[in-house]
């Protein structure tokens, strides 16, 4: 089988029965994306303990922007990792491309593999993008030098962005190494690590 036939695509229905349906933002986070409030409220349904990062963690600290797609670090003992695979193989999630273009199916809703994500894998050093029945996914890497789950929870701060939904975000300096972590993530180990050393 070819690499592009080993693909395949499936067509997401955000509000089809049995669907997740996006809690309505609390007053001045409006602009967050329901997609990224359907996957926290998931998240907390399903008791994960976690640190929002990456542009979601951005749009709830900056009240700008549509938060997408929604990123987290999860807390790294046993039982929260084998709660985080259980519940992604629930949700079908499967690794998608950073682009449909890259596998020559532009426009389409495409994933590489749909199998179930594994402890080793949440805790290792490539990121993981996710697509799931209804929202995509960001598990952030954890390469050598980042910040400990310990150090990522002590600097975040709850935030209340709608009715029961208070996950705890990161703060603002993490926020941005996270960010500067994605945007670098092809580039060699050495600037990576001149990243994190500048943190």
Partial sequence: MTRRESLFMFSRNRNSAGGFHAPAPAPGYEHLSPEALSALQWLSRERIDYVVVGS?????RLRAGAGL???IVPAPY???????SA?????????????AAAVGLAGADVV????????????GSERLTLRCSDFDLDIEARPEGVPSYQDLLFDAS??????????????L??????LELRRHSAASPTVTQSLLAAA
């Fill in 56 to 60: 979601l963690a951005n749009a709830i």
């Fill in 69 to 71: 797609p929604a990123t």
């Fill in 78 to 84: 046993g039982r929260n990792l084998d709660r985080v």
């Fill in 87 to 99: 519940a992604l193989a629930s949700v079908k999630a499967g690794i998608r491309p950073v682009s």
């Fill in 112 to 123: 590489l593999a749909r199998r179930r994500i594994t402890a080793d894998e949440l805790l």
């Fill in 158 to 171: 709850r935030v209340e962005i709608a009715a029961g939904l208070s996950p705890e975000v990161a703060s």
């Fill in 173 to 178: 300096e993490h926020i941005k190494l996270y």
